[in-house]
């Protein structure tokens, strides 16, 4: 199987700054793409940013304070978040669309266990 194993979350000030790192391991025969989603308390999980390639996405209340990065011989994707706000607050969880055996097979889906980010004086 696979396994996606996030790090990085904590308390910061608002302002601050955080790296999280997700590794992805088990069976992989190739990463389509990679991203980072977060739930907030009483609300849906939501994008953050997503990596396909070189090519990059982010949602607006995160673009110009959000940086995506992708490490392909670890397979692992990063995001660096700055001048963090309050509403940055939330579980962020990991997504990784992966083909498990060959080139032909589908992309399947997996999600990290979660880790929080909390921003508060």
């Known amino acids: 199987q696979v396994q996606l194993v996030e790090s990085g979350g904590g308390l910061v000030q608002p302002g601050g700054s955080l790296r999280l790192s997700c590794a992805a391991s088990?069976?992989?025969?190739?990463?389509?793409?990679m991203g980072w989603y977060r739930q907030a308390p009483g609300k849906e999980r939501e994008l953050v940013a997503r990596?396909?390639?070189?090519?990059?996405n982010y949602a607006d209340s995160v673009k110009g304070r959000f940086t995506i990065s992708r490490d392909n011989a670890k397979n692992t994707v990063y995001l660096q978040m700055n001048s963090l706000k309050p509403e940055d607050t939330a579980v962020y969880y990991c997504?990784?669309?992966?083909?498990?055996?060959?080139?032909?097979?589908?992309?399947?889906?997996?999600w990290g266990q979660g880790t929080q980010v909390t921003v508060s004086s």
């Open positions: 997504n990784a669309g992966i083909k498990i055996t060959s080139a032909f097979s589908p992309v399947n889906r997996f």
């Open positions: 088990g069976r992989i025969f190739s990463i389509n793409d």
């Open positions: 990596i396909i390639s070189s090519s990059t």
